[in-house]
């Protein structure tokens, strides 16, 4: 049903605060405008009922009996819903520190005025999920009404393998199974998160010096020279 917040009252002989038309000597019908509030708040269709439920000043007019008493006014609401989801990035911390974060941010355009559910879904790109990479678990964000702007949180697995930023695809999908009448509510877009590596790899030699007799001619000896790679996070061996 429309509240009062929906709509109000005008017109010739209108008293909007006592809800009131007085019809003047002569004629027989007078007319009450219901001015429909022009907001930006998605709402399912409304109905405002109106009734004749009282006269004054003539006793020989009476309200009509049911159903002519009554009158039905149905309010549709243009304003429609875009759920977003914005690019983001984050970083692997360093050796001995706890898993990173990439966090995006959702946003709605517009109002709606009951809570509405929206899950967020994760797919591999360059970046592999179930924890390879990232934590690929959907999760779930509630809009309650007036709510605008959601984050949520990926973990991002803190690994010592040397690689360069890799991305991974968030996507918006409305919860199923909500009752949202005719509310018109868009949730499909997809954002990109990327993990920057932060590990680094250094080469070096196992031995600083060695030697070696040169051996006879034509058949010198052969010097084997081992050559190491030393993996470090964040600058931390």
Known sequence: ?????????????????????????????????????????????????????????????T?????????????????????TIADSSGDENGAGQADGTVTFTVSLNNPIDVPVMVDVQFAD??????????????????????????????TITNDAMIEGPETFDAMLVLTTGQSLGTRSITATDTATGTINDNDTAVLSFDEATTSVNEGPVPNPNNVLVAVTLAVTANGVS
């Not at 005008?10 to 009131?20: C, L, N, Q, Y």
């Not at 009509?64 to 009158?71: E, G, L």
């Not at 790109?125 to 984050?151: H, I, K, M, V, Y």
């Open 1 to 61: 049903a429309a509240e009062t917040s929906d709509f109000t009252f005008s017109g010739t002989g209108v008293d909007a605060g006592a809800k009131t038309i007085t019809i003047a000597p002569g004629s027989l019908s007078g007319t009450i405008n219901v001015d429909v509030v022009n907001d930006d708040v998605v709402e399912d269709t409304e109905t405002l009922t109106l009734n004749v439920t009282n006269v004054t000043g003539n006793t020989d007019i």
């Open 63 to 83: 309200v009509a009996s049911a159903p002519d008493d009554t009158a039905s006014l149905t309010i549709a609401s243009e304003d429609t819903a875009t759920f």
């Open 125 to 154: 790109d360059t970046a592999t999920g179930g924890g390879t990479d990232f934590a690929s678990t959907l999760q779930r964000l509630t809009f309650n009404p007036g709510d605008q702007s959601e984050t949520v949180d990926v």
